[in-house]
């Protein structure tokens, strides 16, 4: 199984998305392979943004590794799951499929936490602190799910 989260630039929400996913599957022992990817090239190469860093190690997650990339149209083929942040990135991801077996790979990833108030992630770029740490309950709140589907699929 390969999971694919997308966000704008690839250097908040989805290396967030990203290292709680992995470390949540990890914890669970389930085996799956976790990346991520920007709609935008403008941070291509660029390591997490420091405030998603930070975030991040506060909750003992380190995610320093991971380095932004730009997603292209083979990305529909070679992931499974593809989870977009919000609805902007789900119409860029979208736009670039071409048959019906792509475009069902491809959801709104707070889509999986049904009985939540949100269904975008939002943008904490421009924001303080405490919109990294709404972004990581969020995203923790989904990579649960997501981590408990997957075991009961087997
Ligand atoms: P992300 O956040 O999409 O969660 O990585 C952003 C990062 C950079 C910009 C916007 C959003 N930017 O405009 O540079």
């Known amino acids: 199984m390969k999971i694919l989260m997308v966000c704008l630039g690839n250097i908040c929400r989805s290396p967030m998305a990203e290292g709680i996913l992995r470390r949540r599957a990890q914890q669970a022992g389930l085996m799956i392979t976790t ?3 920007g709609t935008s090239s403008n941070h291509v190469g ?6 998603a860093t930070q ?3 506060a909750y003992g997650i380190d995610i320093t590794d991971l380095r932004a990339r730009q997603f292209t149209a083979s990305d529909l ?3 499974d799951r593809i989870f977009a942040m919000d609805s902007s990135n789900l119409e860029d991801i979208r736009e670039l499929a071409v048959n019906d077996p792509q475009i069902k790979k ?7 936490v049904p009985s939540g108030p949100a269904r975008n992630v939002p943008d904490p770029y421009y924001g303080g602190q ?5 972004v990581f309950r969020m995203l923790d709140q989904a990579c649960t799910v997501l981590v408990e589907q997957l075991r009961d699929r087997g």
């Open 46 to 51: 660029q390591a997490p943004d420091h405030r």
């Open 35 to 37: 990346d991520s990817a």
């Open 130 to 134: 405490e919109g990294f740490d709404q």
């Open 77 to 79: 083929d070679h992931f």
């Open 106 to 112: 491809v959801s709104l990833l707070m889509d999986l």
């Open 55 to 57: 975030t991040m190690r």
